[in-house]
């Protein structure tokens, strides 16, 4: 017997969208490639529109205390120097928090709750996606058992979503000559570290330009009065040798990046004394694909990084991915008895906007004015004022805000993307 959705891949989207679905009384199943779901990766941002989401589902307390709601934003010249700050979450104005957390704690925060909620019989590791096989009535997904046993199973859905990643199995067999995610030359050497609270502790910090830049924010408060500090350093290069397939778990090595920044040593924070204090680094190399011009084919839709891919620019690739997975929801809701409907309203909602954030980032989303403060002062300033105004600031960071759809005034009714209107198509 089959299911009403399948949904291939247990990551951020794709639980999200079974809790959504479940939720509403959806028949829903989970496989996942991986053999056992554990905490990896590093720190990530959720915007306010996505924790909304999150609240929705009943996730938000749990998760509020294994996270830090940051309140500040900051962003700095490569001498340290600040450009400007804006609040953030309910410092700003939201209903909800921004969430800065650990990746594998949201990650098995998510799949604790499909197991409890879903059963364990619906939310299964283990199973790698062989191919998927359309009908007149869905779609059926074949499945290696990755037990040691060679078997393999076979899964009948009226619809199946690939929430299967940057990699995606099921993008790849229907676009073959894509290839490989696009390289931008940059490489981000990211990691976790137990170091003293930054300036007041809850403020995210941006320094450098984009051609070398170094974030850092905390993402859990610690008993010994430190936090878990998260941090990117990144810089460009034209070296391929270090640009393999990017993985959770590459480990990065400190002679690589670290020089780099020796320099970096600011009244506010010395970055070289904490990167040589963290016990490791993963490295990424800065990564996304083209915008596709159609998710949906038949009964199989694309979702999360699997449909959107971006640079991580703007705190935004895991907020989009639950986005997708409650507009979805919503659609399948609202017209239970046609999925193709469904599916063709949910493209049209999330294929634009994400598309444009794409699109976005690789223009620098928020992150322009670091990259003009550069040009114009590479040797620092007075005033900040000298070099950038506050209008040219405001007109970037306003706008990527309302590209990435968390512009203040857009979650002002507090309303949960699952009770949009997906009766028609937008306008």
């Not at 999150?54 to 120097?81: C, H, I, K």
Request: proline residues 6%; glycine residues 10%; contains cysteine.
């Amino acid at each position: 017997m089959g299911h009403e959705v399948l949904v291939v891949g247990g990551g951020i989207a794709g639980l999200a969208t079974a809790l959504s679905l479940h939720a509403e009384g959806v028949d829903v199943a989970v496989r996942e490639s991986v053999p056992r779901v554990e905490p990896l990766g590093v720190g990530i941002n959720l915007l306010p529109h996505a924790i909304r989401e999150l609240d929705a589902l009943g996730l938000l307390d749990e998760l509020e205390q294994v996270g830090v709601a940051p309140t500040n934003l900051a962003y700095f010249s490569a001498r340290g120097q600040m450009i400007w700050e804006e609040a953030r979450g309910r410092a700003a104005g939201y209903q909800w928090p921004q969430l800065s957390l650990h990746r594998g704690t949201l990650q098995v925060a998510l799949h604790h709750a499909a197991v409890e909620r879903l059963g364990a019989d619906r939310v299964v590791t283990g199973r790698h996606l062989i191919s998927i096989d359309q009908h007149d009535d869905g779609a059926t997904a074949h499945f290696e058992c990755r037990d040691g046993s060679g078997q393999q199973e076979s899964i009948d859905a009226a619809i199946v979503v690939a929430a299967d990643g940057i990699h995606s199995t099921v993008r790849q067999q229907r676009f073959p000559h894509e290839g490989m995610p696009l390289w931008n030359g940059a490489l981000l050497w990211r990691g976790a570290v137990e170091y003293d609270p930054i300036l007041d502790g809850n403020t995210m910090v941006w320094a450098g330009h984009p051609d070398q830049k170094f974030v850092a924010y905390p993402i859990r408060n610690l008993e010994n009065g430190k936090q878990l500090i998260n941090f990117i350093a990144e810089y460009r290069t034209d070296d391929r040798e270090l640009l393999e397939r990017e993985d959770w778990n590459r480990a990065g090595h400190l002679d690589d990046f670290a020089p780099r920044f020796d320099d970096w040593v600011f009244d506010w924070l010395d970055i070289p004394t904490l990167l040589r204090a963290a016990p490791g680094t993963f490295l990424f190399p800065m990564v996304d694909r083209d915008p596709l011009d159609q998710w949906t084919q038949g009964r199989v839709t694309l979702i999360g990084d699997a449909a959107h891919p971006m640079y991580p620019i703007g705190s935004n690739g895991a907020s989009q991915g639950i986005l997708d997975a409650r507009v979805l929801a919503g659609c399948i809701r609202t017209h239970r008895n046609d999925p193709d409907r469904a599916l063709a309203i949910y493209e049209a909602h999330r294929r634009p906007p994400t598309s444009a954030i794409v699109l976005a980032n690789r223009g620098l989303g928020p992150e322009m004015p670091m990259r003009l403060v550069q040009e114009r002062a590479p040797n620092g300033f007075d005033s900040i004022d000298d070099v950038i105004s506050q209008e040219e600031i405001l007109e970037v960071t306003d706008g990527y805000r309302r590209t990435a759809g968390f512009a203040l005034e857009a979650l002002a009714s507090g309303k949960s993307l699952i009770d949009g209107d997906y009766a028609e198509f937008p306008a």
